[in-house]
C-alpha cells in the first residue's frame, strides 16, 4: 500500500533504478514521467520499459501525437513548470466502488473510473484513452474518410438479412478483486455463461480460456458442458446480429471496438468506464442490460419487429466511431485528459516542495541531473537541448512558442505514403499556385488601401529534384490591395477548449465590418450525443412513447414550432417543467438578465437559443452575439465562426436564397449539359479586414484571364475614398449561376453566403473556404 502523498510517491518511483517488466506490464504499478515545454521526460533507466510495455509507449505515442496536432493546428499547451505523471499501468484503478474508497488519494492516469452509478468526486483517478483503443485504431484509421471502407466492408461480409439470430459473447475468466476466492458461476461473466447455457436460442457465451485463480480448476471446469468453447475471430462476432459486453478485471477495453462493428452492442451495466462513457446514450450508440435483465434485452433485441430500430442504433454507433476513433481524435482526448490532470494536481504541487526554488525536488532542481533525464522517445540527455532546461526557470518565450517542433517522433498521423488522402490533404504546396499574406508589423489604419501587394502569388514547379523554381504571378490591377486581419489573432479551434477547465481565454471575435475583438469565452464541451452538464435526458423520458415535449418562451420561434407541431415531430406544452427542450426565440425576453433570472434557465441546460446572432442587438451576421454568453445552451446562427461551434450541439442555420430560379429557366434543368463556364464569381468587394473579403480580392486579381473562369467585382471603398470603377460588366447573375460548372461562395459581412442556396437551386457546385459552417 502506498502512501497516499503524491509528492512522495513521485519522488520513490522517479528514483527506482529500473522498472521491471513483467509480460508487457510493470511489477512496481506506477511509471513516472515529466512532461516539460513540449517534451516528455523519463529516466535514461526507464527507457527500456517503455520499448517492453506496451500500455507505457501507448501513452507517450498520445501525448507526444497530441503535442505535434497542437503545433499543427497552432494550439499550445503551455506549462512553464514541469508536470509530473504517474501513470498507473495496471487493470485496476484504485478505486474501490463499495467503500466508495480511493486507495493512493491523489491524481494519477489510469485506464478507467468508476461509472456514475457509484457517485463522483471521491476517485481522483483520470482516465485516459487506453493502449488497446490506441492500438485498435491509430494505424487503420488516421482520418474519419478512412472508416467509409471499413463500413462498406462490413455490410458486404454480414448483411443483417443472414446474421444469426442470437447474442454473442467470448472471452477468458477475468475477474474484478471483488471476486476473488468465489466460484466462477458467481463472477458476472460466469454468470453470464450459465444465462447462455439456460437460454442458447438467444445467448451464445462461453469462455474461450480459464485463468488467474480458475486455472488451477481447469480439468474440473473443462468438464462442465458449453463452459469452454473454441476461440471467435473478433470480426466473426458480427455473424451475429448482437454482440455482449461485459466489464473484466475492471473495464471492457473491447467496448469502443464494439461500437465500430455492425451487430446491435448490449452493454451489460458497467462498474467502471472509459473517458468517453458519458459522451454515448443509451438506446442511441448501444442497448443497456444488467445480469438480471439480459435474457429479455436479447429478445428485444433480436425480435425482428425491432429491427429498424436495431440498425439505428448500430448506424449512430458507426458515426460516434468515425467521428472519434481516428489517430488524431484520440490523441485530442489524450491532450484533454492532460489539461484536467494538470488542473487536478496543481494543489499538490503547490503545497509541496516542486515549485520552491529554495528547496530539493529530484525532478526539478539539481538532483535532476543524477536522475539523468532523458526524452522518453529520443537519445538526449536533459540540458544538451535548447529547448529543454535542467532548472526551474521557465523557457525562453522563443522555444515556448515552438511547441511540438522539439521532438521527432514518428506517429502515425502524417504518414509518408499520402496517397490515402483522397482530398489533397497531403499535397506538396511547395509547387503549384499560392498566395501567402506578408504581414506588416507597421499597420495603416483599417480602410487604407496599400500601394503595395501584401499578397505573394507565385506559380512554382519543380524538376523532380529538391530544386524548386517560381516565378511571380501577374495582378490584374482592378482592385486596390488592402490590409487584413493580424493573423496572431486567428480563432481558436473548437478542439482547444477544455471540457474539464475553468479558463475563460481570449477568443478572436471578428465583426462584421473586419474590426477584431475579443470576448470571454468558457462554454462547455457539450456534444451530439446530448449527455450532461449540457443535457439532461431524465426530463425526456415522458417523450419516450410520443412526440418530443417543447415549450417555447414564445417570441417569432412560434410558427416553426406550430409548423413542426402539426407534422407530429414535436409536441407543444405549456409548463416548462414538463418540457424536454426549451426553445427561445429573438422576441421572447427584451433583456438578457431576464432570461438568465428565469427559474427554468439553469445555466442554460435543456434550452435551444433560436437565432442567437440576432439576439439582444447583435448583429445578425456575427460569428456570435459578442454581447451575451448563452452557457450549456445549444444555439444557431447563420453565421457561426467554428472558433465557437461545438459540432453536432450547435446548428449553423443555412441563409436562403435571395435570387430566384425563374421558370422559364426549365430548359435548363439538364444537370449534364455542358457549361459554358468551369467556376465563376460576381460580388462586391469591400476593403475591410475580414478574410471573406482578401479571398473575394484574391479571386478578382488572381484569377481573371483564367480559361473558363469568369469573375465580375464591384470594389467598393470607405466614405473616405471614392472608388474610380465599379462593375460594367452587363452578364446577369442568374445566367451566371444556370452557365457555371462551379460557383465561387465566399462569406460576406459574416461567413456564410446567400449563394451557397443559389448555386445549389441553380444546379452549379458550391466553392466554399475552410471556415465556412
Known sequence: VFDNDFTEEFNRVMKLDSVSVFKGHLRDGFFPFILRNGTLLCRRTHRTAIREATRIRAVVEMI?????????ENLTHKNDFPIPILLLNGDVNGCM?????????????????????????????????????????????????????????????????????????????TYDHYFHGVDLNETPRGQLVQKSMENPDLIDAGFVELIQQYESGKGELSNQETIL???????????????????????????????????VVIKIDPDYVEHFYHELVPMVHYVPASLENVTQVAAYV?????????????????????????????????????????????????????????ASSPFLHDDAKDLDLVDCVEDNKLGKRDDVAVSGAPKSESASSDVGTATKFDHPLFPADITQYPYGEGDDLRVGRSCV???????????????????????CSSDGSSTVSCKPLKRRGRCHPFLRMNPDQTPRLSSEYNPFGRDKSATAVYHHDGHSE?????????????????????????????????????????????????????????????????????????????????????????????????????????????????????????????????????????????????????????????????????????????RSWQHR?????????????????????????????????????????????????????????????????????PVVTGDFL
Not at 507526444?64 to 499543427?72: A, D, F, P, W
Not at 471467435?232 to 469502443?256: C, V
Not at 487604407?448 to 501587394?453: F, I, L
Open 697 to 765: 480580392w484574391l479571386a478578382e486579381e488572381y484569377w481573371y484571364g483564367e480559361k473558363d473562369v469568369y469573375v465580375d467585382t464591384s470594389c467598393e471603398s470607405s466614405p473616405r475614398i471614392r472608388a474610380d470603377y465599379a462593375s460594367t460588366d452587363p452578364e446577369d447573375y442568374g445566367r451566371l449561376l444556370l452557365n457555371s460548372t462551379f460557383h465561387f461562395c465566399p462569406g460576406g459581412g459574416g461567413m456564410n453566403s446567400f449563394r451557397f442556396a443559389e448555386a445549389l437551386s441553380a444546379g452549379a457546385i
Open 97 to 173: 466502488i463499495n467503500e466508495q474508497w480511493d486507495k493512493f488519494d491523489f491524481p494519477r492516469f489510469t485506464w478507467s473510473y468508476p461509472s456514475l452509478k457509484h457517485g463522483t468526486n471521491w476517485c481522483k483517478a483520470i482516465p485516459v484513452p487506453s493502449y488497446e483503443t490506441w492500438r485498435n485504431f491509430h494505424k487503420g484509421h488516421t482520418t474519419h474518410l478512412s472508416w467509409n471502407a471499413t463500413f462498406e466492408s462490413h455490410m458486404r461480409k454480414y448483411p443483417w438479412s443472414s446474421k444469426i439470430n442470437r447474442a454473442v459473447w467470448r472471452g477468458a475468466t
Open 518 to 690: 475579443y470576448a470571454k469565452r468558457g462554454v462547455p464541451m457539450c456534444s451530439a450525443t446530448l449527455s450532461p452538464p449540457c443535457f439532461d435526458l431524465m426530463r425526456c423520458r415522458s417523450s419516450d412513447d410520443g412526440p418530443l415535449k417543447v415549450y417555447s418562451y414564445g417570441g417569432d420561434v412560434g410558427p416553426y414550432l406550430d409548423y413542426t407541431a402539426r407534422h407530429g415531430l414535436i409536441q407543444r406544452v405549456g409548463n416548462a417543467s414538463d418540457a424536454c427542450l426549451l426553445v427561445v426565440g429573438v422576441n421572447s425576453f427584451a433583456d438578457p438578465q431576464d432570461l438568465f433570472r428565469n427559474e427554468h434557465w439553469n445555466g442554460g441546460q435543456n434550452h435551444y437559443i433560436f437565432g442567437s446572432g440576432k439576439l439582444f442587438g447583435s448583429h445578425g451576421d456575427r460569428p456570435f452575439n459578442d454581447k451575451v454568453q448563452f452557457g450549456m445552451a445549444a444555439v444557431s446562427s447563420h453565421s457561426m465562426d467554428d472558433a465557437y461551434n461545438r459540432e453536432g450541439f450547435d446548428t449553423p442555420l443555412p441563409l436562403p436564397p435571395r435570387w430566384k430560379r425563374p421558370a422559364e429557366t426549365e430548359d435548363l434543368d439538364d444537370m449534364n449539359r455542358p457549361r459554358q463556364y468551369l467556376l465563376s464569381f460576381k460580388g462586391n468587394i469591400f476593403p475591410w479586414e475580414q
Open 64 to 72: 507526444y501525437t497530441g503535442l505535434e496536432l497542437y503545433h499543427q
Open 229 to 263: 468453447t473454441d476461440r471467435m475471430q473478433f470480426d466473426d462476432q458480427m455473424k451475429y446480429k448482437a454482440i455482449l459486453d461485459i466489464d473484466g478485471n475492471n473495464w471492457s477495453s473491447r467496448f469502443p471496438k464494439l461500437l465500430c462493428t455492425n451487430s
Open 437 to 459: 499574406y506578408r504581414h506588416q508589423s507597421n499597420r495603416r489604419s483599417l480602410s487604407s488601401y496599400s500601394s503595395e501587394n501584401p499578397w505573394l502569388c507565385r506559380e
Open 302 to 358: 433480436l425480435d425482428e419487429e425491432n429491427a429498424e430500430e436495431m440498425r439505428n442504433i448500430i448506424l449512430s454507433a458507426n458515426m460516434w466511431c468515425k467521428r472519434k476513433m481516428t489517430a488524431g481524435e484520440i490523441a485530442r482526448d489524450m491532450m484533454l485528459q492532460l489539461e484536467h490532470y494538470q488542473t487536478a494536481i496543481n494543489p499538490y504541487l503547490h503545497s509541496s516542495a516542486v515549485h520552491n526554488d529554495s
